[in-house]
């Protein structure tokens, strides 16, 4: 078992950044590939980055590539997302995901735990 819990959503303007962490307990975090999702309202959860056990592997849904920046850091049983340049459309739930085998799907069904969710507001 794995457990997730996201921090640091909140709202800010245009252009401006936040900072998404994910804490994990429960497993052996530094062997598990780990994902950000989000939602938002009347649409369905979408992939927007993924890192694999070991950091070396990334990929990122197009809209957010070259804005936002997904880490982590095993020591510490911590996954982070940089968000910046934030544009309205990024509105949504984040969601932090873990997947106990396999690289960083951009697939929710791939992945075997989830958190709470933590929402990102961005105004114009």
């Known amino acids: 078992q794995v457990q997730l819990v996201e921090s640091g959503g909140g709202s800010v303007q245009a252009g401006g950044s936040l900072r998404l962490s994910c804490a994990a307990s429960?497993?052996?975090?530094?062997?598990?590939?780990m994902g950000w999702f989000r939602q938002a309202p009347g649409k369905e959860r979408e992939f927007v980055a993924g890192i694999n056990w070991g950091g070396g592997s990334t990929n990122y849904v197009n809209s957010v590539k070259d804005r936002f920046t997904i880490s982590r850091d095993n020591a510490k049983s911590t996954m982070l997302l940089q968000m910046n340049s934030l544009k309205p459309e990024d509105t949504a739930i984040y969601y932090c995901?873990?997947?106990?085998?396999?690289?960083?799907?951009?697939?929710?069904?791939?992945?075997?735990?989830w958190g709470q969710g933590t929402q990102v507001t961005v105004s114009s």
């Open positions: 429960g497993s052996t975090f530094s062997t598990i590939t």
């Open positions: 995901a873990a997947r106990k085998w396999g690289g960083p799907s951009s697939r929710p069904a791939d992945y075997n735990y």
